[in-house]
């Protein structure tokens, strides 16, 4: 389901297997969304360069409201992999699928879906771009309204449902995990936003987490996880910007891969690892990641990537590259 391309035997040998399985296809770019905010011509020449970059297999899907799919042709058409592409990105395009495509569900689902489709369908063809709309995110408000989305959605796009806030925050988020499951659906968390206010505390996300693997539904994260580990942080780019502790991408997916694994690792040491600041406290070799007194194998993080814990939305890819090479982690 992820965009990979011919890498050199060099690159790969170089990055431990722990750290290329955790990162593979784990980031869906939001470019458009805040704090960047960017607008759509420049978001999509950051997503087709950084698909052509050394790391560019750590990008997933980028995402779109589903509204401004038209926008994204206008703009983005000459980019996209095709027998169109301008010169500067034909000879790569050779490698590439056609772009992933997450839209945004914003107002009546079925004028979203048709949306959609007409987009599709033009991208199906290589003279336009290829590229194709295969997940959407919508927010529900309660759980019928997950089952009332399920009878539309058809099953070649897979849909993330984004909790409400009530649910998560101090919450119990079940009612709607139930609802999920079974169905193919992914369940959506916030982890974070532009404001202090807007950031799940760790018990909020183990709790999730837990109820996820309990349910045996996949989820992903959005908002918030520009870092790797737990940290403080400016939340906006901003001169004057707030500052809060921002939850790091290493400590949600780990936390997460080793509640599916991890033996005897309960929901309390999910909020331990959730709330861990020292990246020394991690450990990534070929073989294993472990934290504390806990381990899992390379497999097993291969497992939780692929079928539970499937990556998260984040409007910068320069950020967590950066910070993983400052960790000497790539």
Request: hydrophobic fraction near 40%.
């Amino acid at each position: 389901m992820n965009h990979h391309s011919a890498q050199s035997g060099k690159e790969q040998s170089s990055m431990l297997r722990t750290i290329e399985t955790l990162m593979t296809g784990l980031i869906d770019y939001a470019g458009l969304f805040p704090p960047s905010k960017l607008d759509m011509a420049t978001a999509t020449q950051n997503y087709a360069r950084d698909l052509r970059s050394q790391h560019e297999r750590f990008l997933s899907r980028f995402i779109c409201p589903a509204n401004r799919l038209d926008e994204l042709t206008q703009h983005a058409s000459s980019l996209m992999p095709g027998t169109h592409a301008t010169s500067g990105y034909r000879e790569h395009a050779d490698f590439q699928d056609p772009w992933q495509i997450s839209a945004i569900i914003i107002g009546d689902l079925q004028e979203n879906l048709d949306r959609i489709y007409a987009f599709n369908e033009h991208h199906d063809n290589e003279a336009n771009g290829l590229a194709m709309v295969d997940a959407i995110e919508m927010r529900v408000g309660k759980p019928d309204d997950i089952d009332e989305a399920l009878e539309l959605i058809p099953e070649l796009i897979v849909p993330a449902f984004e909790l409400p806030r009530e649910a998560i925050f101090e919450g119990d988020p079940r009612g709607f995990i139930a609802a999920i499951a079974g169905s193919g659906g992914v369940a959506k968390i916030r982890c974070g936003g532009v404001t202090p206010d807007l950031y799940p505390s760790s018990e909020d996300i183990a709790r999730f987490i837990v109820a996820c693997n309990r349910g045996d539904v996949a989820f992903k994260a959005t908002a918030g996880l520009h870092h790797p580990i737990r940290s403080e942080h400016a939340l906006t780019y901003e001169p004057d910007a707030p500052r809060g502790v921002m939850h790091g991408f290493i400590n949600v997916f780990i936390a997460a891969s080793m509640v599916q694994h991890a033996k005897g690792f309960e929901e309390s040491h999910a909020i331990e690892l959730l709330n861990e600041t020292d990246p020394k406290a991690f450990g990534f070799t070929d073989q294993r990641v472990s934290w504390r007194d806990f381990a899992i194998d390379v497999a097993q993080l291969a497992q939780s990537r692929e079928s539970f814990a499937t990556g998260y939305g984040s409007c910068s890819f320069k950020e967590p590259t950066d910070d993983l090479k400052a960790l000497d982690l790539l």
